[in-house]
């Protein structure tokens, strides 16, 4: 009987003392302890072989014997793993970051808030509207009833017929709205994207983002127009640039006027981009038309006002000398990110 004591006891000694360098060895060490036909198995059989006022003792025995095996198997399967660990993730603090890139402001975004802080600069705030309107606040509001030929200028995309909803051709329609609703004095600006039936190619597209002003208040002359326009000009193209303005017509306002500047890739001189004149369009201002003060519950005997109206991508394509707009709209970051530290 003693010699199944001593038995039990040499095996609890001998698994406190194993060494496993390797996964397979602690394998090889499971089978060979706790395994089905393992060394502790038999030493559960030999309890028949145990008188039974020793088999108490006997059985504490043996299982202490298990329970040190298990934790001995825990312990070495951890040392495996943090060794494998240490092994795998040595850094080599020598070595390059790799760089993450960052992303960048959308080139027309970052003209649109330049164009916004400029005229920020002089009392201007900004003033947003839908892009799905009706017919009144998009054209009839504007001086532009439903023969009017003004409406063949601007090929529309129509949702409904009765009542009348569209995507908006331009911003003027968030002007309307914000008339509607408050009396001069008003100072306000309205970026935003607007939509054109038109063929998409490099100077043109089927939308695109403009920003459009308008000020109205007692007084207001066509001088003060084209004093905001020129500090504008100067404030967005460089203190030497020049500006002109042409006679024009749009329904909204009279006297309309285009609006040049000198061209800033040639100075003037006469190049491919100004085709030659020295100058290049950046907007379109004028008057607002005593109709559209009517229209919009505004005295005109008592108000005047002036209105302007640019294309962001115009002006970006200007002032990056980017040569096709749909380049904007196609998000390749390879062209983005030419603008990240503009």
């Known amino acids: 009987m003693n010699q199944l004591f001593d038995k039990a006891k040499a095996i609890l000694e001998e698994i406190k003392a194993v060494e496993i360098p390797t996964a397979n060895d602690l394998e090889q060490y499971r089978i060979k302890y706790l395994g089905s036909k393992g060394i502790i198995k038999g030493l559960f059989a030999d309890i028949k072989n145990i008188a039974n006022e020793q088999k108490k003792e006997y059985g504490l025995l043996v299982n202490s014997v298990k329970q040190e095996a298990e934790s001995r198997m825990e312990l070495l399967r951890e040392s495996l793993q943090g060794s494998s660990k240490s092994e795998t993730n040595d850094l080599d603090l020598s070595l390059p970051v790799n760089q993450k890139l960052l992303g960048s402001r ?5 003209v649109k808030n330049e164009i916004i802080d400029i005229f920020s600069r002089i009392g201007f705030v900004v003033a947003e509207g839908p892009e799905i309107e009706d017919d009144w606040h998009n054209f009839t509001a ?4 439903e023969d009017h030929p003004a409406r063949d200028m601007q090929d529309t995309f129509y949702i409904n017929q009765n009542p009348i909803s569209l995507l908006r051709t331009h911003t003027s ?14 100072r306000i600006i309205c970026p935003g994207r607007v939509y054109r039936n038109e063929t998409i190619s490099a100077r043109a597209h089927c939308q695109f983002h403009q920003v459009e002003g308008l000020y109205i208040d007692k007084n207001v002359s066509f001088a003060d127009l084209k004093q ?3 500090y504008f000009a100067k404030s967005m193209f460089g203190e030497d640039t020049q500006m002109r303005l042409r006679p024009s017509f749009f329904p909204f306002t009279e006297p309309s006027a285009e609006v040049d500047i000198t061209c800033f890739i040639c100075n003037g001189k006469g190049c491919s981009i100004c085709k030659k004149t020295g100058w290049v369009e950046i907007l379109g201002c004028g008057m607002v038309d005593p109709a559209v003060l009517k229209n919009c519950n505004i005295d005109p005997k008592v108000y005047t006002g002036y209105a302007w109206g640019m294309g962001i991508e115009r002006i970006a394509m200007l002032r990056y000398k980017v040569d096709d707009i ?3 709209f196609e998000n390749d970051m390879r062209f ?3 603008f990240a530290s503009a």
């Open 106 to 110: 959308h080139p027309l975004s970052i």
């Open 142 to 145: 504007l001086n532009t009833p």
């Open 173 to 186: 329609s968030a002007q309307v709205r914000t008339m509607d609703v408050q009396q001069p004095p008003i």
């Open 228 to 230: 905001t326009l020129i």
């Open 326 to 328: 749909r380049l904007f």
């Open 336 to 338: 983005i990110r030419q």
